[in-house]
């Protein structure tokens, strides 16, 4: 059972390239989550899912997207990356709306110089 | 706007002392809150959840406290080791009872020396 699975762990990306960070899941759960989190801040969620097939804008959803076709991934995708995207994304899944089984992956530390 | 704060922002102990970390939320209602351990370089791992109804929860040597009356949560550190050293973040559940609405706060970091 290995949890919240994150790829890359680190990444560099110049101006303006794109990039997928992965995320799956082994634990069945219906519900998925992308945040960031910048030095000194606290977690900002990105985009969520709610099951396979739906997604749905968080707080901080501009220069991302999303895809959930199976309940077990959850990609993230920036298309342009620009320098305000630097931070480290974390991926997380739970079983219930509530929340319960909160689980979070390793994260993946992205610079965009 | 729904905050979680958190204090102190950072800490400094001595190996076996005992600290405690306080969390004060607006959050209302809630459903949750729950302490979470972030390792540098890792990702959050939960300590303990309470509901709005529970007074105290325990994990080994870390207890975290709940006055919903207050809005004040703290989590109590006791015999501290080096391996405690990382950031303990507060997060609360409104009571929507939907997961994409948590709030977090912005962690207290905590390292423990000789």
């Known amino acids: 059972n290995a949890g919240v699975t994150q790829t890359p762990k680190f990444r560099i990306l110049k101006i303006g390239q794109s990039m997928t960070l992965q995320c799956t899941q082994d634990?069945?759960?219906?519900?998925m989550y992308w945040y960031r989190q910048d030095p000194g801040m606290g977690l900002k969620l990105i985009y969520y899912?709610?099951?396979?097939?739906?997604?749905d804008k968080g707080e901080v959803p501009n220069g991302y997207n999303v895809s959930r076709s199976t309940t077990e991934d959850f990609p993230l995708r920036l298309e342009l990356a620009a320098p305000s995207q630097t931070s480290v994304y974390f991926c997380a899944s739970s079983y219930e709306s509530g929340g319960h089984g909160y689980t979070f992956g390793s994260g993946t530390r992205l610079t965009v110089v | 706007k729904n905050q979680v704060e958190q204090s102190p922002q950072s800490l400094i102990i001595l190996e076996g002392k005992n600290c405690t970390l306080q969390c004060n939320y607006t959050v209302s209602p809630f459903s949750n809150l729950r302490w979470y351990k972030q390792d540098t370089g890792r990702g959050p791992v939960s300590l303990t959840i309470m509901t709005f109804s529970e007074n105290t929860k325990s994990n080994g040597r870390y207890t975290a406290t709940l006055d919903a009356d207050t809005k004040q949560s703290s989590l109590h550190i006791t015999a501290s080791q080096l391996s405690d050293s990382a950031s303990y973040i507060c997060v609360v559940t409104p009571n929507t009872g939907t997961a994409s609405k948590l709030t977090f706060g912005t962690g207290t970091r905590l390292q423990v020396t000789l």
């Open positions: 899912s709610v099951g396979a097939g739906i997604t």
């Open positions: 634990m069945n759960h219906n519900y």
